[in-house]
């Protein structure tokens, strides 16, 4: 799928991406990436495990660097310098697999410490952001605990609510529910949904294919490194247009 | 003929003089630790620096310390150095010496507990913008330091008792001050019993102090963690 090259700048994306490649030393993780992504648009991005899909969405915001081809996010492009990559990185927040959670601070410090050292609040502000949020993924009785002190699903709540209150403008989800007890994966997809509907910008890597049918308008299919089929949700799970797509969604369809 | 006599024991036990000995055993181990923490920060993070030029000196100091027997530093600290001009005086020299030495362990300790702390820690950091001097402060030296605790409490039980081996070069602490008694009675079991006590004294109540430290760190992670107030 081609872009415009002059797209980043007259009408900016949300997320912009060109000929973009990643490698770790001999192996090529991500090959020849296009992809742009509207303001307020949902993306899922599912494929088989090492497809290179975490890796794309970790390149967004430079947890990974990547090696060749073109980043922008709203219009801001993410080049080597240190404040490039910081001018991108609070335009996103990131929400992980493994949740994150600083387990020396409680929930309510979780929230302060990047409000706080990265954009200056007081801390009067910050709670009151904090808080607002932490309402917001309906946690705000557990502000005063560590987070060992809370379930999975608890502490990924709280990891949306922390990076919500950077005011990010577009959220990466790496697997937000794999390490969750299957109880738990509900309520955190509620969240996201709760997000989906206020119109933020959304990358999610997930195998909830129920979530990606209701929220997704967009699914990208990626396999060995590869964006190789992406459409509407129903068109991508009633008529996959590779075999490869087929095959998994057969294996992770029961 | 055999004896031993109990009395003397007891009366070692309590002597002035040795006491005396005995804060001097506390000083050295206190000022050796303080010191070596200061020194084997700075070498910790020159050792997990990209830049080579501050790796391979700090990689080069802990091969040396580490490599060399401290009683061979501090006698050449003390009687070798003044051949090229340098004099630290008795107190200087094992001072010197014992901080170069457990600054080597340190640095290696810290730099285990930095590894140690999970790379999401960071990349949440990163994700979220916190200013890397703020990651370094907040995020990741708190963690690491819970971690080094153990291993901490180790280097310096061993560093109280290898304080001994500045009565090689004349300091006056336990083990010195002992010997001195054991010249000029000859109750060579009492002196040392007595002085064994001492020691372990000391070693216990450093394990008191790790245990604390290790509660008052891993308070946050521990599931009976008390919540705190939250002010709003």
């Given amino acids: 799928m081609a872009t415009p090259d002059t797209g980043a700048f007259t009408d900016p994306h949300a997320v912009q991406i060109e000929a973009m490649y990643k490698r770790f030393g001999d192996f090529t993780a991500l090959t020849d990436i296009d992809l742009s992504v509207a303001k307020g648009e949902k993306i899922v991005i599912c494929g088989p495990s090492g497809s290179g899909k975490s890796t794309l969405i970790r390149c967004i915001n430079h947890v990974e660097k990547h090696d060749d081809g073109r980043i922008f996010v709203n219009g801001i492009e993410l080049k080597r310098d240190i404040k490039s990559v910081d001018r991108v990185r609070r335009e996103t927040g990131m929400v992980f697999q493994s949740f994150n959670l600083f387990p020396h601070m409680t929930v309510l410090e979780n929230c302060l410490l990047a409000p706080m050292s990265a954009l200056g609040l007081s801390r009067r502000e910050a709670t009151d952001s904090a808080m607002h949020f932490l309402e917001k993924v309906r946690i705000p009785e557990q502000a005063g605990k560590y987070p060992v002190q809370l379930s999975g699903g608890q502490q990924q709540r709280v990891a949306i609510a922390r990076a919500l209150c950077m005011k990010p403008k577009v959220m990466l989800f790496d697997e937000p529910t794999s390490a969750l007890d299957p109880e738990m994966v509900k309520e955190v997809l509620e969240t996201m949904k709760g997000l989906a509907n206020d119109g933020m910008t959304m990358l999610c890597v997930t195998h909830e294919m129920g979530f990606a049918r209701e929220v997704a308008d967009r699914i990208i299919f990626m396999d060995k490194g590869r964006i190789i089929e992406e459409g509407v949700p129903e068109a991508f799970f009633s008529a996959p247009q590779t075999e490869r797509a087929r095959h998994f969604l057969d294996q992770i369809i029961h | ?232």
């Fill in chain 2, 1 to 232: 003929m055999s004896y031993f006599d109990p009395a003397a024991f007891v009366d070692y036990l309590f002597n002035r003089f040795l006491l005396g000995g005995v804060l001097v055993t506390i000083g050295l181990t206190v000022a050796g630790v303080l010191g070596g923490l200061v020194l084997g920060m700075v070498i910790a993070l020159m050792r997990m620096s990209e830049s080579r030029a501050l790796s391979i000196p700090a990689k080069v100091y802990i091969w040396f310390f580490r490599g060399t027997p401290l009683l061979i530093q501090l006698v050449v600290i003390y009687t070798g150095l003044p051949q090229l001009g340098l004099k630290f005086g008795v107190i200087g020299s094992a001072l010197i010496g014992l901080i170069l030495h457990e600054a080597a362990y340190l640095a290696e300790i810290i730099r285990s507990g930095f590894m140690s702390v999970p790379q999401g820690q960071r990349e949440a950091a990163w994700a979220l913008s916190i200013p890397k001097t703020t990651i370094f402060w907040r995020v990741t030296l708190p963690q690491a330091f819970r971690l080094m605790i153990p291993p901490f409490g180790n280097s310096v039980n061993s560093l109280l008792k290898a304080t001994s081996l500045t009565s090689v070069i004349s300091v006056e602490e336990i083990m010195r001050r002992s010997d001195m008694l054991m010249q000029e009675h000859f109750q060579i079991l009492e002196v040392f019993a007595a002085a064994t006590v001492y020691y372990l004294i000391l070693v216990s109540a450093w394990d008191i102090v790790q245990q604390r430290l290790e509660r008052y760190f891993g308070r946050s992670v521990a599931r009976d963690a008390k919540p705190a107030v939250v002010q709003h």
